[in-house]
């Protein structure tokens, strides 16, 4: 493909291995994705490291995800259009911007297209709850359309727990979490879950990754920093991520599936019934 660096060049690998594995998320529709996935996904076939190393054995500061980055760079700045913008979510950076129209039935005519039910029968819908902001990203849409509360605790929080989503349990929620397995025992997990049980009674279950999951296939097992120590110690763990994109929608599109009192089909054919009638009334108003 023209614009691509020369195929015998690690520029040039890189940018046909993303290519190929971008097409292949489009194809499993895992799109949009993130450069964190896109390098897990890459170093479980073979294709990157997981550091680089010189000689000696030392570790460089460069990293192979920083490569990842610039080769999926260079494809969506293609004149060909390879790579839309859209297909990479960026969770580090976010934009608010405001909804407004020339009337208020402008605007209800304008929102009545995307206006929603309840899915869960009066019941809260779970809260989904990751431990990274690459993996909310991509499970953003899935949560979305059974209406389910998603965060990414981008670690272990503090402040963020307590002022932005105890409000969402008190009196009680289920919680489906989203972490890593660290092998030293869960600190982040552990950490998230006590604060929040301070404010009330929950309902917790780790749907990604597992015990289980962790034995099904021979995963990285990548070192991890817990600064609650002084100075830092190093725990290994393996990696939610490590699971590759497609399957950890599947595995949370399985759990909503199961745990939702209706198919959702079922529910958006009584939304757009509900929508008929809203446009009529509207219509007859407007009359």
């Given at each position: ?31 949009p ?13 073979g ?5 680089y190393?010189?000689?000696d ?12 980055s ?36 402008s ?22 709850l ?8 991509v ?7 059974y209406l389910?509360?998603?965060a ?13 989503i105890a ?14 397995l660290?092998?030293?025992g ?5 950490n998230t879950?006590?604060v ?14 597992t ?8 995963f ?5 920093l ?16 490590a699971?590759?994109?497609r399957?950890i929608?599947?595995?949370l ?22 929508r ?7 219509v007859?108003?407007?009359?």
């Amino acid at each position: 493909m023209a614009g691509l660096s020369k195929p015998g060049t690690k520029a040039g690998r890189y940018q046909r291995a993303c290519l190929e594995l971008l097409r292949e998320h489009e194809v499993d529709g895992a799109i949009p994705t993130s450069i964190r996935f896109l390098f897990y996904e890459l170093f479980d076939r073979g294709v990157v490291p997981k550091v680089y190393r010189y000689p000696d054995g030392t570790e460089k500061k460069r990293t192979p995800s920083q490569d990842i980055s610039d080769a999926v760079t260079v494809l969506r700045e293609l004149d060909s259009g390879a790579i839309p913008w859209s297909w990479i979510v960026d969770e580090t950076r976010s934009l608010d911007d405001w909804r407004y129209a020339s009337s208020v039935q402008s605007y209800v005519e304008e929102v009545l297209p995307v206006a929603r039910i309840d899915v869960w029968d009066g019941e809260k819908p779970p809260l989904i709850l990751c431990e990274s902001r690459s993996l909310a990203g991509v499970l953003r849409d899935i949560a979305e359309d059974y209406l389910c509360p998603i965060a990414a605790t981008n670690g272990q929080a503090g402040g963020f727990l307590h002022t932005e989503i105890a409000p969402l349990v008190r009196g009680g929620r289920r919680v489906f979490y989203m972490g890593d397995l660290d092998l030293s025992g869960s600190h982040i997990e552990e950490n998230t879950r006590a604060v929040l049980e301070g404010y009330g009674g929950l309902v917790w279950e780790k749907v990604a990754i597992t015990d289980v999951q962790v034995q099904e296939r021979d995963f990285p097992i990548k070192t991890k920093l817990d600064y609650r120590f002084k100075p830092a110690r190093e725990f290994e763990a393996v990696e939610t991520e490590a699971l590759g994109q497609r399957r950890i929608m599947e595995l949370l599109g399985e759990k909503l599936a199961a745990e939702a009192p209706e198919p959702l089909a079922v529910v958006f054919e009584r939304e757009e019934r509900q929508r008929v009638l809203v446009r009529e009334r509207l219509v007859e108003d407007d009359e």
